[in-house]
């Protein structure tokens, strides 16, 4: 099927464009998986970077790999470059965020002292809590309860820390201690600057990608979702603040930072976890879709061809949602339905019988909408009778309309 033609606004989201971020860059190991970082930021999501590096930083790395995906020279001294009257000031009022990455045990005791020696200490004490380590370091440096005390204090001061991840370490340990990935620093950077914490203190859940009913151990019944819609959602969700628990069919997607994945295969599984984790659910999107069609009697062993193959008898999966709203009376349910025909009147009759608030209908005959694509287009109807249509634009954008609408529908 032909694809519309897309804008590069509708393709993606941009999630830092327009934004002006100050990239302090300190002497850490993992300073050389930030010069992806900072091609990402730039190149895929739309920042302009200054990036400021400390002396020791530059025993790493060059500042020319940094200057190359910046487009901007480095500052690597106060007192050089150009001369620019109070730069160390303007760097910091003009700056969205401060992202120093990584950030070594010395700059976080330095901030915490207010001490400013250097160009990137002075810029975070004038920048204060725009500003966001990523802390990297060996895991004795970072238990250490000196780094410990001081992590504490910047996080009371609203200063963002991202928390290390646990690994293997450059030092030939294994710990707490490693540069978080990629992803997930965006996405933490994406919160705190993008963020309008509307769900803050709310819990989430999300559910994605599609189940499987097995015929027997090797065969099973599914459907085309990759989860990609579901994901985008939990993304969004994460970057409102809230507790989000993800359930997830099998799919080939990252877990999204900042959410609590919990991976099932069959329909059964997805209602297990679902009983399981609903206390106090705020919110539920349902995005997942779920196999309507359960094989009545799957064989305990493979069904071989040569025996020929019986009929499959079917029956229809529990329904999940429904089986939700029961337990739930309360809780905001975003159902989503899947219409090739009268999708406008079949979506709105299930939210009508299910009980839901909202539904959100996919319409696979659109080109470029629906199942695989990184791309949708959705129209939306709530219990009230409003509506809306969400043009073609990545999944991304579409989670993000979803969200605000909702959010704004009920006046959170
Ligand atoms: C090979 C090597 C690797 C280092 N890795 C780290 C690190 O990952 N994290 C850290 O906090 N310090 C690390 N250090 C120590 C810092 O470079 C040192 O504390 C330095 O004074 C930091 O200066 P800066 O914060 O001004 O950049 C490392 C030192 C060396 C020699």
Known sequence: MPRKKLTNLQRVTLRFQNKSIVLGLTGGIAIYKVASLLRRLVHDEGAEVQVIMTTHAQEFMSP???????????IT????????????IDLATNADAVLVCPATANILAKTVLGLADDMLSTVILTAGAKTIFVPAMNTA????????????????????????????????????????????ILAYLDQRLNGKRRLTGKKVIVTAGATRAYLDPIRFISNRSTGKMGYALAEVAVREDAQVILISGPTNLTQPWGTQLITVETVEQMQQALEQSDDETDYLFMAAAVEDLIPLQPSPTKIKKANGFAPIAVSPAPDLIQEFRTRHPKTCIVGFSVEMEDGAERSVQKLQTKGLDFIVWNNPNTPGAAFAYDTNEVTMFAA????????????????????????TKLGA
């Not at 073609?392 to 979803?402: G, M, N, P, V, Y």
């Open 384 to 407: 009230d009778g409003s509506c809306w249509n969400f043009p073609l634009a990545s999944k991304r954008l579409i989670a993000e309309q979803i969200v605000d609408a909702v959010l």
């Open 64 to 74: 020319l790999i940094f200057e190359t995906f910046s487009g901007k020279a480095v």
């Open 141 to 184: 440096m970072y238990l250490n309860p000196i780094t410990q005390a001081n992590l504490a204090k910047l996080k009371v001061l609203g200063y963002g820390i991202l928390e290390p991840a646990e690994g293997p370490l450059a030092c030939n340990t294994e710990g707490k201690g490693r540069l978080p990935d990629e992803n997930s």
């Open 77 to 88: 001294d106060m007192f050089l470059g150009e001369k620019i009257a109070t730069r160390h």
